[in-house]
């Protein structure tokens, strides 16, 4: 008996010990946390094609940068972390895996796939494409006799009076998040230059100037002051989740630095509300008025996990089964990043497809510099709001980054 009890024990033993080693642990930190549901939901259907695959999955977005980068510096480097595509591809290179050889690599479409490349190599997936631009209130705009969104900065303050004067708030602008503020600027950025890549290197070169960009140093600050101005009590106060509440309750009649990601959350506050896109107003050029599209996240796979193979059989699942393909647009209600998935019938989404045909879209600028360059952007225009820089000091700290950032 003695003896059944020392093997029972044994055996015991060795099946505990045997199912810790064959379980595997992926550590998924990435930012967006307006996907965190989609996500956990897509990590529960994981659990179902692999039990044994444990995903820990964290999300922040306020200070995501700085996190990441203590992460890597103390050696807890994620298996799956998350940057800006574009140029920040190239910050993390050294802890980036190449899966240009992946079935997920060859899901990717074109337009999602040129920017997580580095020459020849993949370093980075997207949860989701992208329409940049500003949210409306149709019923609004219909009630205080606008008939179109406007296209000119003159016209949209037109706008703000109109709608103040009728009792509504005009904007509401989420300033408490700095990542706000780079959506809403690229468009300024664009209508600097017929070459905003070019622009944002002779900035990081300390080559160019606000001051000799009067639609970066007059329509960009004009378009805060105005926002601020016609807009929440507590500009610096105000967050995602105030944008979203705001503007589906009926209070505010446009939204700043939001896009499609937002509609889902909106439509289950207000079903009814009737959504409008359009891109920004940024001087006296209506061309320049246009909604910007692509896929300004990437996710990384680190490139020395230890649990490799096992991060690569969950990407490329996401990326090309039945489930993975669906997930985007009837979980995430995303624009699919995939080939051959289906978009959700979002109005946004919609509507930036329409614009985009007949318009054109302007140039994803936010790729040309880097997260921690955006943070430290979103923060100095945090003070200027606050009052605590002038917009020449502002201007001057902005380009320092710019140089010092990239």
Not at 24 to 46: G, H, K, Q, R, V
Not at 119 to 138: L, Q, S, T
Not at 269 to 285: E, L, R, S, T, W
Request: charged share 20%; net charge negative; aromatic share 14%.
């Amino acid at each position: 008996m003695k003896k059944f009890s020392v093997l029972l024990a044994v055996c015991i033993f060795a099946a505990i010990f045997c199912s810790a080693v064959s379980a595997s642990d992926i550590y998924m930190f990435i930012p967006s946390p307006e996907y965190a549901d989609a996500i956990n939901t897509l990590i529960e259907e994981y659990k179902t094609v692999a039990p044994d695959v444990n995903i820990n999955y964290e999300t922040t977005q306020s200070d995501y940068p700085t996190l990441l980068k203590a992460k890597i510096n103390s050696g807890s480097i994620p298996d799956i972390f998350g940057s800006t595509s574009g140029k920040e591809i190239g910050v993390y290179l050294d802890y980036s895996y190449n899966f240009a050889d992946q079935p997920a690599a060859d899901a990717m479409t074109d337009a999602v796939k040129g920017v997580m490349m580095s020459g020849d190599e993949v370093h980075g997936f997207a949860i989701k494409g992208n329409y940049f631009g500003m949210i409306y209130n149709k019923d609004i705009f219909a009630e205080v006799g606008i008939e179109s969104f406007p296209k000119t900065a003159e016209e949209l303050s037109a706008a703000a009076e109109k709608i103040a004067a009728a009792g509504y708030q005009p904007f509401t602008t989420g300033y408490g998040e700095w990542w706000v503020f780079k959506h809403a600027f690229q468009t300024f950025l664009d209508a600097a230059s017929d070459d905003p890549a070019a622009l944002v290197k002779a900035f990081a070169a300390g080559e160019a100037h606000f001051k000799d960009y009067p639609v970066l140093y007059d329509n960009w600050f004009n378009f805060i002051d105005l926002t601020v101005a016609k807009g929440d009590v507590k500009p610096l106060e105000s967050y995602l989740a105030t944008e979203v509440a705001d503007f589906a309750t009926g209070k505010a009649a446009m939204v700043v630095g939001q896009g499609a990601w937002v509609e889902a959350d909106m439509k289950e506050i207000n079903p009814d509300i009737k959504i409008g896109f359009a891109g920004y107003p940024v001087d006296d050029n209506a061309d320049h008025a246009r909604v910007i599209g692509g896929s300004d996240q990437a996710l990384r796979i680190y490139k020395d996990s230890p649990v490799l193979k096992d991060v690569l059989d969950f990407v490329n699942w996401w990326y090309t089964s039945d489930y993975g393909k669906s997930w985007f647009s009837k979980v995430a209600g995303v624009i699919p990043p995939v080939k051959g998935a289906e978009a959700p019938a979002f109005d946004i989404i919609k509507q930036g497809d329409e614009l985009s045909a007949s318009e054109g879209v302007a140039t994803l600028s936010i790729t040309f510099s880097t997260d921690a360059f955006h943070q430290a952007f979103g923060e100095i225009m945090q003070s200027y709001i606050a009052g605590s820089v002038t917009k020449d000091e502002a201007c001057a700290q902005i380009e320092a980054k710019w140089a010092e950032l990239g």
